[in-house]
T-cell receptor, first 112, second 114 residues
């Protein structure tokens, strides 16, 4: 039972444009959502999070949007830079970030 | 501030052999996690410790996997005997334990079982 799904295994975007990564979830009990970024041979690093009481959270070039009725969240990166090329994981938790369920990941490639 | 340390970084063993992984979390972090990440999938939680007590080990294959965190700091994860399907990256993470506190991950140990 895949509670958190990232349906796009890969995404290619031109440098300077907007990157949009999507994530769907099935468990309506999830109340905290996070995005992690992973480079090869490194562990995932925290990028941005959002609580279910909000529908948007912004941090510099990164914005996460949450649509609770659709059980959908997205990560927007504007403008995209070559260093953003990595695998992005969406994660969700019940009762905060203590216990997380991860999606399968989306490999983002930023082309110069 | 030092990050989460893991060793070894890579390990190749034959099936039915045993292997152990070590993790040193960020200083002061009470919560420690072990994840298994199979190629092409997201990390899957195996076990969660709060200090030296187990909070959740519902997805740990207890017939072959074991983990301990004796003094509430370092942790070891052991597999005995290993199977081919155990080939994966084993990630250790820690957090300070608050509800909104994100988890910090180590670099992982890549295990190949032949």
């Amino acid at each position: 039972d895949q509670q958190v799904k990232q349906n796009s295994p890969s995404l290619s975007v031109q440098e300077g444009r907007i990157s949009i990564l999507n994530c769907d979830y099935t468990n309506s009990m999830f109340d905290y959502f996070l995005w992690y970024k992973k480079y090869p041979a490194e562990g995932p690093t925290f990028l941005i999070s959002i609580s279910s009481i909000k529908d948007k959270n912004e941090d510099g070039r990164f914005t996460v949007f949450l649509n609770k009725s659709a059980k959908h969240l997205s990560l927007h990166i504007v403008p995209s830079q070559p260093g953003d090329s990595a695998v992005y994981f969406c994660a969700a938790g019940v009762g905060g970030a203590q216990k997380l369920v991860f999606g399968q990941g989306t490999r983002l490639t930023i082309n110069p | 501030e030092a990050g989460v340390a893991q060793s070894p970084r890579y390990k190749i063993i034959e099936k039915r052999q045993s292997v152990a992984f070590w993790c040193n979390p960020i200083s002061g972090h009470a919560t420690l996690y072990w994840y298994q990440q199979i190629l092409g999938q997201g990390p899957k939680l195996l076990i969660q410790f709060q200090n030296n007590g187990v909070v959740d080990d519902s997805q740990l294959p207890k017939d072959r996997f074991s983990a301990e965190r004796l003094k509430g700091v370092d942790s070891t994860l052991k597999i005995q005997p290993a199977k081919l399907e155990d080939s994966a990256v084993y990630l250790c993470a820690s957090s300070s334990g608050g509800l909104a506190n994100e988890q910090y991950f180590g670099p992982g140990t890549r295990l190949t079982v032949t």
